[in-house]
């Protein structure tokens, strides 16, 4: 099964993955589970819950691949 996926433009986070990449292999990957209740970094945050089959998938899938 083959998961849709758009490819992000590079932009500037806040996030230290960046760092860990430049020494470990890494992958990151936005699922995209907002539903527009409020920022992701904010108790207002809700994720759409229909993402986590998506995720798990798409989990699974990277798993697979050797």
Known sequence: ESINFIEAETVMTG?????????????????????????????????DSRCIEIGVKAFASLINKK
């Open 15 to 47: 996030e230290d993955f960046g760092f860990l990449t430049s020494r470990y292999p890494g992958l990151l990957f936005w699922l995209g589970a907002g539903n527009n209740s409020g920022r992701l970094h904010s108790d207002k945050f809700l994720p």
